[in-house]
């Protein structure tokens, strides 16, 4: 099993340019997650998603927007990138409520010049 | 106003002794609380879970307590190893909502010298 899968591994952006983060679970989970991971800040939560079709807000959504219009998959936008979105971005997935493991992704090193 | 914390200095000790390392949390009241191991430019790893009923959980040479009236939860690894090098970070669920929105803390990297 691949688990969870994040593609780049590495992207360097100029301000002001777009991208797209893609995040994809082999394992049938219902949740994913959007983290992203700065020095001397622990993991923080972007966006979340509880079913196909489903997202929500997280600690610190803004700047970005999501979108799983299929189970698997969890994209992760920058719609106008900004020197404070370099960072570290990890996808996870649990299987349900209560409780249980989260399984992340290898993570997206995003650098913003 | 709520935090989660572990020591950010880097903890050294020598294989075959315990590592022990500790969260501490403030205006937190988590049904459970979570320990992930992440090595450098990966993941973080999932190790142990352990409820609010559950005083100490095991696992191989792992062992978490979790004490609510504390509000800490203390990690230990026994006969460390240094391929047990790595950053350990707590986790809890300041809602319980089931959506498992984690609040991290910072970790702490721990060093396992032959």
């Known amino acids: 099993n691949a688990g969870v899968t994040q593609t780049p591994k590495f992207r360097v952006l100029k301000t002001g340019q777009s991208m797209t983060l893609l995040c994809a679970q082999d394992?049938?989970?219902?949740?994913m997650y959007w983290y992203r991971q700065d020095p001397g800040m622990g993991l923080r939560l972007i966006h979340y998603?509880?079913?196909?079709?489903?997202?929500a807000k997280g600690e610190v959504p803004d700047g970005y927007n999501v979108s799983r219009l299929k189970k698997q998959n969890f994209l992760l936008g920058l719609e106008s990138a900004a020197p404070s979105q370099t960072s570290v971005y990890f996808c996870?997935?649990?299987?349900?409520?209560?409780?249980?493991?989260?399984?992340f992704g290898q993570g997206t090193r995003l650098t913003v010049v | 106003s709520q935090k989660i914390e572990q020591n950010s200095e880097a903890l050294n000790i020598q294989e075959g002794k315990t590592a022990t390392l500790t969260c501490n949390y403030t205006?937190?009241?988590?049904?459970?609380l979570q320990w992930y191991r992440q090595d450098p430019g990966r993941g973080p790893v999932f190790l142990l879970l352990?409820?609010?009923?559950?005083k100490e959980k095991r696992k191989e040479r792992l062992k978490v307590t979790f004490d609510t009236t504390l509000k800490q939860s203390l990690f230990h690894i026994t006969a460390s190893q240094p391929a047990d090098s790595a950053t350990y970070l707590c986790?809890?669920?300041?809602?319980?909502?089931?959506?498992?929105?984690?609040?991290f803390g910072t970790g702490t990297r721990l060093l396992v010298s032959p």
């Open positions: 996870a997935s649990t299987r349900g409520r209560g409780g249980t493991e989260a399984f």
């Open positions: 394992m049938n989970h219902e949740y």
């Open positions: 998603s509880v079913g196909e079709g489903t997202t």
């Open positions: 205006n937190y009241s988590p049904a459970y």
């Open positions: 352990i409820r609010e009923n559950e």
């Open positions: 986790a809890l669920d300041p809602e319980d909502t089931g959506f498992q929105k984690l609040v």
